[in-house]
């Protein structure tokens, strides 16, 4: 894998982190809504490094990442995160790992977003995309959205436009990645999905790395295309005590999801990463009846 390419793809995860901050900021700007009266919310961003010997979990001497973290009167709160870190896992995590099972040597860079917005009626949204490379190169992510009430109109333009992104790239691609996402993130203690789903993909190597890549990149640009329209449709919207309540308690099952089950907060944590990055997914505050 060349270091042409890492840069590429770690750049591009930088320049995607920065757009994203920029039109949710605007977000903040334009609202006229319940809370307006409080200041617009603006990134804050904190920087971290990878420790050259991270305990168990890792070893090596490499990376870090930038936390972007805003709290306003459209987003509760909402994480932008972007690391790009290199060592050696650990010997148990290795053989989860394709590609390190002989040496446990790797680099991953990606971005990841949760957002969770003050307003009930504003879906809640997670979207990342990442690049690993051990002694195979691939790429991984997606998108899906939790409405905290069901809107069929929010579900029909977010679907719509991941499918067209996976459309312009291969017509498999969409009922593949759908149905993954709809697997991927099933709450399965309680029987129930974490949303309405997106897509989900890992493990993407076609053999052609400019086209993987490309499609990496088509699925940050729907999340910008589709997921803003959706928050401005919303935007200034009121909302009562009692729906709230409901956002809050669905805010718990997300809670339950990403400590219980996702990869990503397993793999964060295996190679060293800052805990407090990892689990900026987490909403500030939930309940559970």
Same mark, same amino acid.
């Given at each position: ?35 307006? &009266? ?5 990134? !804050?961003?904190? #920087? ?7 305990? *168990?979990?890792?070893?090596? *001497? ?40 002989? &040496? ?32 195979? #190169? ?18 029909? +333009?977010?679907?719509?436009? /991941? ?15 759908? +149905? ?11 029987? !129930? ?18 086209? &993987? ?22 935007? &200034? ?5 009692? !729906? ?14 990403? /400590? ?15 805990? !407090? ?13």
């Amino acid at each position: 894998m060349s270091e042409e390419r890492k840069a590429r793809a770690a750049g591009w995860f930088e320049t995607l982190r920065n757009r994203i901050c920029e039109a949710f900021e605007r977000l903040e700007d334009d609202y006229a809504g319940l809370l307006r &009266d409080l200041p617009a919310g603006r990134f !804050e961003r904190k #920087a971290w490094r990878r420790p050259a010997e991270a305990g *168990d979990h890792a070893s090596g *001497d490499g990376g870090g990442g930038v936390m972007a973290i805003m709290r306003g009167r459209v987003f509760e709160k909402v994480g932008v995160n972007v690391s790009t870190v290199h060592g050696r896992f650990s010997e148990d995590f290795r053989r989860q790992v394709p590609g390190a099972s002989a &040496d446990g040597r790797f680099w991953a860079s990606g971005v990841s977003l949760v957002a969770h917005l003050q307003s009930p009626h504003v879906p809640a949204v997670h979207m990342n995309t990442r690049h690993i490379v051990t002694s195979q #190169a691939w790429f991984g992510g997606g998108s899906d959205l939790t409405p905290m009430r069901p809107d069929e109109v929010d579900a029909m +333009a977010f679907h719509a436009g /991941l499918k067209a992104a996976c459309d312009r790239h291969d017509p498999a691609y969409h009922a593949r990645f759908k +149905a993954w996402c709809d697997e991927y993130f099933y709450v399965k203690h309680r029987d !129930e999905p974490r949303g309405i789903g997106g897509i989900f993909f890992d493990n993407l190597h076609s053999g052609d790395w400019e086209r &993987d890549f490309a499609f990496v990149r088509d699925v940050g640009e729907s999340f910008l295309a589709t997921y803003l329209p959706i928050v401005r449709r919303h935007l &200034d919207q009121p909302w009562t005590e009692e !729906e709230r309540r409901d956002q809050l308690i669905r805010r718990g099952r997300y809670v339950e999801f990403n /400590l219980l089950y996702d990869r990503g907060t397993l793999f964060g944590l295996k190679t060293g990463g800052n805990p !407090e990055a990892i689990l900026m997914s987490l909403p500030p505050v939930a309940m559970w009846p």
